[in-house]
């Protein structure tokens, strides 16, 4: 079992529209980081939630962390073929010093 | 912006030989780590290094695996033995504080045949 699942796993949309990915976990975090990673390059971070119930928005992104700071969410709104790559989260267990990444939504936005 | 740089960014040996990953973290970062990426897999932790020290590592990172901080520069991994099935892309990433933003560097691929 995997302490971060994401859903869904593949995800293939038109360009102009919204989607939602998932990341759950039954462990707490301290912190919760999106990251966006491109082939053959390394994940490259988004955002990074603290707060239960925290809300940030990076243009159209949209991140959720749960109030329980188990889950969180990424919405795009009007999806661009550049928004296209493997989303990844990555939680930071208390009194732990590693991040432990999900396995990743691969998102592909068709012009 | 300031980049985490990892050398080489392929590497191709031969199983049962040892390789050395290199990384030159962020200068003023005090936590390192090493991760790994099977093609087409999730990004797997691999171990984290403060205070010139292991403070974690995964059930991946065995007796064939270690790392060290040679230098107030350098950060690398070391696989005595590789293995097919060590054949991945190795990400090395620092940061200032735990939970804070995770740098990356663009990777070695290693390919063992």
């Known amino acids: 079992t995997q302490l971060l699942e994401q859903s869904p796993q593949f995800l293939s949309i038109q360009e102009g529209e919204n989607l939602t990915v998932y990341c759950n976990s039954s462990?707490?975090?301290?912190?919760l980081q999106w990251y966006r990673q491109e082939p053959g390059e390394g994940p490259v971070l988004l955002v990074t939630?603290?707060?239960?119930?925290e809300v940030k928005k990076l243009k159209r992104l949209t991140f959720q962390f749960g109030d329980a700071r188990k889950d969180s969410s990424l919405h795009i709104t009007a999806a661009q073929p550049g928004d296209t790559g493997l989303y990844l989260c990555?939680?930071?267990?208390?009194?732990?010093?590693?991040?432990?990444f999900g396995a990743g939504t691969r998102l592909t936005v068709k012009p | 912006e300031p980049e985490v740089t990892q050398t080489p960014s392929h590497q191709v040996t031969q199983m049962g030989q040892e390789v050395i990953l290199r990384c030159v973290p962020i200068?003023?970062?005090?936590?390192f780590y090493w991760y790994r990426q099977i093609l087409g897999q999730k990004v797997e932790f691999l171990v984290s290094?403060?205070?010139?020290?292991?403070?974690?590592k995964s059930e991946i990172f065995d007796d064939q695996f270690s790392v060290e901080r040679p230098d107030g520069s350098n950060f690398t991994l070391k696989i005595r033995s590789t293995k097919l099935e060590d054949s991945a892309m190795y990400f090395c990433?620092?940061?200032?504080?735990?939970?804070?933003?995770?740098?990356f560097g663009s990777g070695t691929q290693l390919s063992v045949l």
């Open positions: 990433a620092s940061t200032l504080g735990t939970g804070g933003k995770l740098f």
């Open positions: 462990s707490v975090f301290s912190s």
């Open positions: 939630v603290v707060t239960g119930g």
């Open positions: 990555a939680g930071d267990l208390p009194n732990n010093n590693d991040m432990r």
């Open positions: 200068s003023n970062h005090l936590y």
């Open positions: 290094f403060y205070n010139n020290e292991i403070s974690e």
